[in-house]
């Protein structure tokens, strides 16, 4: 019995991870969007800090998914 829940539990945490994979996909996407179509220099700079912190949130969150995936 155990072990269907820890299963079940794994693939939810599998899932949630995936789903803040997209969403910070999606966030950096939308980053972009905006560097690329501003020409102020302060939103220039605002852009650039957001996407190297969403690059980080998004290392983090990629190396949390493949260390919840390897454990069986």
Excluded: C, Q
């Amino acid at each position: 019995m155990t072990k269907r829940i820890s299963r079940k539990a794994k693939r939810i945490m599998i899932a949630d991870a995936g789903d803040e994979l997209s969403a910070l996909r999606s966030a950096l996407s939308d980053a972009y969007v905006g560097f690329n179509n501003t020409v102020d220099p302060i939103l220039l700079e605002a852009y650039i800090l957001e996407i190297s912190a969403l690059h980080s949130k998004y290392s983090l969150a990629l190396r949390n998914y493949k260390s919840i995936s390897e454990v069986s």
